[in-house]
């Protein structure tokens, strides 16, 4: 019963197995490894991206911080949500990287809007040499809280970016998860609605822990490598990066992990809608939902060994019917039955 | 009639005679200079100070950028004002500085409150090694609108980043304007209110371009030192850095100035308030005015060769009587004709 | 027949089967997972260090850019061999992590001697705030010539720094190459010889990506995991990187290995000194050869298929008894055969 | 007496002039003053290059770390003497200001060869992702040893940059000193010969704290801007600066200048090899004489009130014929008469 996370479950078996097939050998290092061969053509199949540069790292703030510096000069300023990870949960990963440049926050939720985009970005930028200059636009898609942009969302954002010259940059931790909910291709939801840089995840929909960066322009590309070497994220040993991706990508894996995920995060959505006192806005779009429920229903489920994050304080005291606010995230390897067994805690 | 900023007009004449009374002879360079003991003691003296590590720097953005990369990992945040200079008009110099540190805007006002900032605290510093970690607190007096924090005012600032173990930095680029306008001395606007370090300006009071940075407890003296030498800030002929300081301090020039810039302010606060359709809010706590004025008042002072931040892009076409926002800024430099022909020109 | 180095063969199987183990269930992300907690005590016992700060990361160039940046102010140099692997193989990583700080070459080949560090560090630091300051001292064990410092070496190395206050790291990416080959224990290779932090690797040592980096005083220990998470080096699945080390330091696994990659090296050493037109200065001291070669020697050999880095742009024409350079690099995996199959092809 | 550097006597007189003549009335800030204007119009005339970008900054440290931070990434090695002051004089700025490039040591003097700068480019850029890129070469002029490079020198420097494609920035703190020397034109010292960017030195010639920047590919003009702006180098009153460079330039101030602390050092240099016991190799070539003096000869001089640099601790005690090595600089203010003294007192 852990919904705490989608980054501390199991990986998926096909993972495991692809860096046992890769343990054969003697294969060039640094991302020389012929797998890495396969995995660059395969993205750029699977992105209808010919020409896209296509780089392995490990994490995702690495994903992110190495995009964004190679799109943004020290004296600019990133335009993100301010619930963004790359705001709130990289310890300055995109200042230390980009060498001082800053964030500029975006209206008040995770879902950034053009209207809201426009005005931070006329906000900055005015001020000629003193203040920062303009930098590029970063969108999460799945959001921090959950919600998955349209593909209309997304195109009216970059073009809001474009307006203005700017590059938009999408952080796609949870890349998988919005594909499969919205039903649409990787091109359409990319570079057919402008987006220019993609941190592609892996780790937290099945893989050990791999992140491709795609840049649909690949002139940023030696830059990258120069960047990513001297930061300590070229892999020697980079084959069982790669493995990891190629199996990531063979029969669809990707996609069926995340619309695991995805339904089991409907199933428990519906289940806990069921019970009284429970408060949901929506459907959850992808795997994650934001809830209120009361604080017995909290008690009942961390004695039964529920693992979540509760968003309060006072779970052991005060009114029991009082909502107290939670977020659960379902990742691929949950089963339905452990989904039900939360419920039945959840119910009392 | 210029009153665009405190930036442009003539320095003191007495600072141009220091210079050249400085020009005689060989001497030491780097801050090694005989009239840099002199000024390190006067300041020690003027803020009571015997302990304090003194030293000069030639503009704002240096002295702030400079203290508070003493003060701050490259991993933390400052907390400031959301149009505090170091925020608006540095270019991104305390992250450049600070080596990729991040600033967290306090409020929504040019003045924090106790529980403003308080709530900014709270809201960072929760997520371990996620998030940027709590860095100092910096306080602009004045600050960027004009207004004047009081003593009681800074005192519970500094208290509210002192319950979280976080360092003040006060901004002071027009610290003499606060002080004769609060008519206090300056250990009372600092240390004895809880600041750890002061940008102390000179130049936008008088001097050609001349800063102190003081640190009431000395410990980050030497770390202070190499990080002035390898921002190229530390002069070689450092004798006419020092040489302004001890003539900006001399027989209380720097307050004498200060009380002529805010005389000369309310003397044109004054004389606007009387006028049809100008609003200006309280009285100006010191040598800086927003005020709103009417579209046809402005075009006259425009006409009239009238120099100050119209805030509107709409000068040239609509409603004569619409107001519209400005900025005017008094030097210690302007004589009250000037102000009277301004006025007469705003009369119409 | 891949003796082109120890970064390109495959990873142990006990490498891959504890990945397998660790794949079960869910666990804390972030090295807040159980494994963590038993390679940290593991490490702490091996070096008799129970007080030592105990870190994983994925590469060798991020062990040695985080713990050299935890141990050196911007405005210092770090005093290392000019063939130094942060100096000439790390694309400036040492220069970004610590915020611009300098290199200083000491001596003119890969073994330090107390001499040439004494007279580099009396080079430096003389010029009080104008030049860079001194920092600490890198030493690489086993050296990127493949030689191994002598425990009175490391000693003399680290009595010189130490008589000028100035800290140690050892850069360990062939630590148990060394430590066999001494015949010594961890405690004795470091802390006993006065090293105050090592980067202790796994990779190049039959892993798939871990190193471990340890301070034998705790004091950097925060500040190194803030500037971990910053630098995008912190996994989320922690636990796949202690798995590997758990795995590799299990019943003496680096030992063995280091012990058959050192083997295996002398088997070929010893071979190829019998071959005529072939030198070899001294015993190789670990698992890597710098020798020279014949020029048809090298051709058969390539022509066999043999791998490794021929140190000549003029492979292809020429004297074909002239001598040209080669280095030549034995991993855990090189079986003997396959080392006489080399031999063999070499004779020709 | 004083002959211990350039930075330390007064500024020329009508460098104080000039400051007056500028103070008056308002101007606007950050280098929109009417006198710049002047300024660059003037440097495009002397330079013969209409098309400059040109910028003034008050230190020489900021003026080489700023242009070089335009011409270098941070993955990139920057080539120069080992003695140069970017290396051992400016506590790690260039390194600071390019986000952390490194410098690259050409040959063993302070005079590079072409021959020595084609080893170093030779020497780094040949390991693909894993080393540092190469960056500009800097060159001194005059020489940290007080030495001139030949035009010739300065073409076949140049030529063997841009064999690699490399740009060139030469560090003129003492440009007029070598101009006198050579008697060429500015544009003949520069771009006629390949320099790409110029820190051009009006500080340790008679100024009292301004330099020039100039690139004569204008590309880099708006990233300098910023740079110098979030480095905290823009001077808000800006005019003091263009002042002092408007009269260095007038009537060829600048060249009267050099050419009297040349002469003086020519006669310093005369009087002094005509002394028994004392060394000096060749003519000085500009107003710096690297020189061996008997030890008592030093002890007289130092009792009379001399004021150099004597390189040798061994001042105080020791054979009385022993020579000791000792640096000399002439500045533009030092009489016939206080050179004749000194000679005097070291004849004894």
Redesign the interface.
Known sequence: M?F??D?????H?AI?DA??RA????????GDDAIMDEVRDRIRTIFEAPEAAVYL??????AN??ALASLT?????IFCSPVAHIH??????P?????????TLVGDSDRMTPAALRAAIEGEGN?G?????RGPVSITQVTERGHVYTLDDLAALTATARDYGLKTHLDGARFANALVALGCTPAEMTWKRGIDAVSFGG??NGC??VEAVIFFDPAPAW?F?????????????HR?LSAQMQAYLADDLWLDLARRSNAGCARLASGLRALPGVRIDGTPDANMIYTHMPRAMHQRLVAAGG?YHILSDTLDSGDPDEALPARLVCDWSMPDSEIDRFLAAARG
Chains 1, 2, 3, 4 share one sequence.
């Not at 790292?57 to 690495?62: K, Y």
Request: charged share 20%; proline share 5%.
């Open positions: 852990f705490a996370s980054n501390s479950g199991p990986a078996p495991l860096l046992t343990n054969e050998g003697y294969a060039m290092g640094y790292v490990a994490t995702g703030t690495t911080a190495l000069a020290p004296w600019q300023t709130e949960d990289e310890c300055n990963a200042e230390f990287y980009t060498g001082g440049a800053k964030l001020r040499v003193h203040g920062p200059q780790t937290k050990i822990g830059e490598e120069l960047r990513r070497k001297r930061g300590g994220h070229l892999f020697s040993k069982y693992v």
